[in-house]
């Protein structure tokens, strides 16, 4: 079991540019999230899936969308980055909602 | 809004101590609290999760504690290893799907 998979590990954009954050768990988990970490304001939800086929907005959801597009896997994308989206970006899942999170080891992204 | 809190943000110990970790949260009506511990420039790991039904939850020399009427948990590590250095988060979810992370504590266990 390789558990949360996160590609890429890190990321260097020109303000401006797109780009998507791919995510794939293997527990078969119903629900998956996407974090953004950030020096002095800790983790923060951006969007999460509750089930397939369904996405919510999270605390800090402008300027990003999602795809859910199997059970297995639940992508983030920038279309336009500027620089206060650099972060730490960590993808999550779990089996239920309210159930125990499992995260991905993180994409680091650097917007120039 | 739930706003959570962790003190000590750092904290530097000798090998071998009992330690324990504070996590305070300001809104009482929670579903569970989870802590996790995150090493350097890695993902978070899963430690403990408590119902908002249970008082506390262990494993191995962890043991958490919560008081959700005073909005409080605690993180004891028994018997500290430097292996334990790392940074601890707790998180709780209210109502919803959205976890709250309070800031975490960074600890060092000195050998």
């Known amino acids: 079991n390789a558990g949360v998979t996160q590609t890429p590990k890190f990321q260097v954009l020109k303000t401006g540019q797109s780009m998507t954050l791919q995510c794939a768990q293997d527990?078969?988990?119903?629900?998956m999230y996407w974090y953004r970490q950030d020096p002095g304001m800790g983790l923060r939800l951006i969007y999460y899936s509750a089930s397939e086929g369904t996405t919510d907005k999270g605390e800090v959801p402008n300027g990003y969308n999602v795809s859910r597009l199997n059970k297995r896997e639940f992508s983030l994308r920038l279309e336009s980055a500027a620089p206060s989206q650099t972060s730490v970006y960590f993808c999550?899942?779990?089996?239920?909602?309210?159930?125990?999170?499992?995260f991905g080891p993180g994409t680091r992204l650097l917007v120039l | 809004k739930q706003e959570v809190t962790q003190i000590p943000a750092a904290l530097s110990v000798p090998e071998g101590e009992n330690l324990v970790l504070n996590c305070s949260f300001t809104d009482s009506a929670i579903y569970n609290l989870q802590w996790f511990r995150q090493d350097p420039g890695k993902g978070l790991t899963s430690l403990l999760l408590?119902?908002?039904?249970?008082r506390e939850q262990t494993s191995g020399r962890l043991n958490a504690s919560l008081d959700k009427s005073s909005g409080r948990s605690t993180l004891y590590i028994a018997a500290s290893q430097p292996g334990d250095s790392a940074t601890y988060l707790c998180?709780?979810?209210?109502?919803?799907?959205?976890?709250?992370f309070g800031g975490g504590t960074r600890l060092m266990v000195k050998p």
């Open positions: 999550a899942s779990s089996e239920g909602a309210g159930e125990t999170q499992y």
């Open positions: 408590i119902q908002s039904s249970q």
């Open positions: 527990m078969n988990h119903n629900s």
């Open positions: 998180a709780v979810r209210n109502a919803g799907n959205m976890l709250t």
